[in-house]
């Protein structure tokens, strides 16, 4: 059930995202007066469709992508353009100017979708984590971890994250991740005492990411009790603050669960913030069994102290506007990883992956989903931008390069770079299906 779920979900977030990329370059051929002869939601043969004007609307059979076919833009057999360049209406008749704009327009869709679909959800649920706005204090370091090693306390406020001062947490982790195995110079404080260090992020075995082995200090906060366990026997409610454990202050989500790892299923003592009122409790954590590993788990649902506001239209926008710009820069810092062989390809996501994303955020409800469906957009919009043959950002390249010369690359040149580029992308598509694979693996 889990699986066919999945992939209902998946083929809705993908076809939402082709269609609205294809529409992009549709409309743009349109609006410059290029003939459309196809516009296909799939690949292959024709399953279903219909002929509106010169434009043949169908349904293919090869769901996972999508195309616009104008004339003029594909090469017969012989070489030359299937339609006459001297057709006015003629993909090849038109300036370079409009045809690089044709093949911006689907990620330039996609960019917009994702910064319409975030600025929606804000103006409906804005999560805001309780203080994620302030500085940013470290509530949890992992042992043996790069900040471990490195003297870093629970409780020390990060003043300066390589060329970022007073960073909020956020500007952290996302800076943190995309510098894998690059050395950052890092100012601490504590107490009134400063401490200047320079931490390396290692390379994180299954995420392929940056880390530093330390997190956020946050406020615990009870998601909801599960039935039959210990927390429900002795009275916790959801909305309950978590205060301390066995009398010590607790900082963080993580800060808990290692606590709970190192007392081995020993009884301990909450105390928590239940209104205002601190009441303290004690407790007997339950052992999970999970392989060779034991978890110890006192049957509640932890997260960080989150409030939900609307934010208006001008404020929702300019926050999806942030988060996008972040999130675009990101995804260039870590490709700029990939091509310095800092970072690992593991966390790429393929077909399979984003299809079990989709269905855990299907089930989470409709807030997770936009969610996801605004960073997948953002994405496919920059993986399409990429200079890459056979993509929109080559052929964007492509006609800058002809732009500059003043004429036109000859035939056989655009054949070698289409074949190349369709080498490398076939290339590209069997590794993230096997990357998706080898994570379902054991071991």
Same mark, same amino acid.
């Given at each position: 059930m889990v699986l066919?779920?999945?992939? %209902?979900? /998946?083929l809705v977030l993908i076809g939402i995202m082709i269609l609205i990329h294809e529409l992009g370059h549709f409309w743009a051929a349109r609006f410059f007066d290029v003939r459309v002869e196809t516009f296909s939601f799939g690949f292959g043969p024709r399953l279903f469709g219909f002929r509106r004007g010169e434009t043949d609307f169908r349904v293919s059979l090869i769901l996972f992508g999508g195309y616009v076919k104008m004339t003029g833009e594909q090469t017969g057999e012989d070489g030359t353009p299937d339609s006459m360049v001297e057709d006015p209406r003629s993909f090849q008749a038109?300036?370079?100017w409009q045809r690089m704009i044709i093949a911006f327009a689907g990620p330039g869709m996609n960019v917009l979708l994702a910064l319409t679909l975030l600025t929606g959800l804000f103006m409906y649920r804005y999560p805001k984590v309780v203080g994620s706005d302030g500085p940013a204090f470290i509530g949890f370091i992992a042992k043996d971890?790069?900040?471990?090693?490195?003297? /870093?306390?629970?409780?020390?406020r990060i003043a300066r994250f390589d060329n970022i001062a007073d960073p909020t947490w956020e500007d952290v982790t996302l800076a943190e991740i995309a510098a894998a195995n690059r050395p950052v110079p890092v100012v601490l404080r504590r107490g009134t005492e400063q401490v200047v260090a320079t931490l390396t992020p290692a390379l994180h075995d299954q995420t392929g /990411? @940056?880390?530093? @082995? %330390?997190?956020e200090q946050h406020e615990i906060q009870l998601g909801g009790v599960s039935a039959k366990m210990e927390a429900e026997r002795v009275g916790l409610k959801s909305g309950d603050l978590l205060v301390a454990l066995d009398g010590v202050p607790l900082r963080s989500t993580q800060m808990l669960l290692q606590m709970l790892r190192d007392g081995l299923g020993k009884p301990v003592e909450l105390t928590y913030n239940r209104g205002g009122a601190i009441q303290k409790v004690g407790m007997t954590p339950s052992v999970v069994s999970d392989g060779p590993n034991k978890r110890y788990m006192l049957g509640v649902q932890l997260s960080a102290r989150v409030t939900y506001v609307q934010l208006p239209l001008a404020e929702a926008f300019n926050e999806s506007a942030r988060q996008n710009y972040r999130?675009?820069?990101l995804i260039l810092q870590f490709l700029q990883g990939l091509v310095e062989r800092r970072m690992s390809a593991k966390s790429l996501e393929g077909p399979i992956g984003i299809a079990r994303l989709s269905g855990d955020a299907a089930r989470e409800g409709i807030a997770p989903f936009i969610g996801l469906m605004a960073a997948v957009s953002l994405n496919l919009a920059i993986f399409n931008l990429l200079p890459i043959p056979i993509l929109d @950002? @080559?052929?964007?390249?492509?006609?800058?390069?002809?732009?500059i010369m003043r004429r036109d690359l000859s035939m056989q040149v655009k054949e070698t770079v289409f074949k190349f580029g369709f /080498?490398?992308?076939?290339?590209?598509?069997a590794f993230v299906l096997y990357n998706d694979i080898s994570k379902l693996l054991p071991g």
């Open positions: 066919f779920q999945n992939i %209902w979900w /998946v038109k300036p370079r971890s790069v900040a471990a090693k490195a003297g /870093v306390k629970e409780g020390d /990411v @940056g880390t530093i @082995g %330390w997190g999130s675009a820069g @950002g @080559g052929t964007i390249l492509m006609l800058a390069i002809e732009m /080498v490398f992308l076939m290339m590209v598509v």
